[in-house]
């Protein structure tokens, strides 16, 4: 299969939203359970049903050509993904020519092994998902995990170079008390903090209404240690930045519950097994899997602008008391 030309006609809504920021989960599995994203007994997807990383690399191409800038691999988590780092190579080729930044989001378990690898291969900037530092409470968070691997995945992912951002799932009951102390250790560590609204995506078999904490009342009691001002700093996704008084690590703040980010939303999201869905919150969604492996990547064009012509205004995420999920997949099949 051929390289698509370079044709640079852009990607923009039906709502005149540009689409800039392509998400792409190339696997579904995870060696982590983490109670507020997956089923403690999960099913995974049979091999077949999977994309190649040749298949994904190729698929990268085309949305590069049509302008996407920026993209992020995901899970699942991406580093159980055998041969990973050839794929990060392989779309790494464009950084400079079209595509502005390739990043990764990972759980850090397997960070230590691969942390040089990866920045050889062009990212420069990672997000690590780290709910507590407690190895008790990381071990119930993801179900009997061990934080010793996420420590050294960090401390390899620093000595290689690569900025780290921590992604930390804001949890009543749970790690409420561990989010100033958080924010401090990454200000020593010289890493950035964004703390993320538990979403109602999928079953966990756990009512998150125990546990959900709005960001409101978690930015109500930073204030009353530091004074806080948004930057106009952005990475790309919808997390939006503060400054924090004192400190150097910036505090990113994801609210899809208390705060809706939608307006401006520059993102759409592949799956492992080749479905574009244009909104985390909705199940809608295009197969290019199918449309590839019949036709190339000439069926696949139309499908994307077809998904462009279907992305929604918004998401419309609710939580209470025996309110169900807003979408039955659960958050590690696209990826967040």
Known sequence: MNKPDLVRNGLTDALGRRISYLRISVTDRCDLRCRYCMAERM??????????????????????????????LTGGEPLVRRDIVDLVRRIGRHLGDGLDELTLTTNGTRLAQH?????????????????????????????????????EGLAAAKASGLAVKINMVALKGVNEDEILPMLYWCDQQGFDLTLIETM????????????????????????????????????GGPSRYHAVDGLKARLGLITPLTNNFCADCNRMRMTCEGKIFMCLGHEDHVDLKSAFREGGLDAVGPLIDRALRLKPAAHDFRIGAGAPAAVLRHMSVTGG
């Open 200 to 235: 109602p995506l999928g079953e966990t078999g756990e009512d998150r209404t125990d546990h959900y904490l709005p960001l409101t009342k978690i930015v109500d009691q930073l204030r009353e240690h530091h004074e806080l001002w948004p930057l106009a700093h952005r990475t």
């Open 115 to 151: 942390a040089d690898a990866l920045f050889d291969a062009g990212i420069r900037r990672i997000n690590v998902s780290l709910d507590s530092r407690d190895p008790e409470r990381f071990a119930h968070v993801t179900r009997n995990g061990d934080i010793r691997s996420v420590q």
């Open 43 to 72: 099913s995974f997807l049979p091999k077949d049903q999977v994309l190649t990383l040749e298949e994904i690399a190729l698929i990268a191409d085309l949305f590069i050509s049509r302008g996407i800038r920026k993209i992020r």
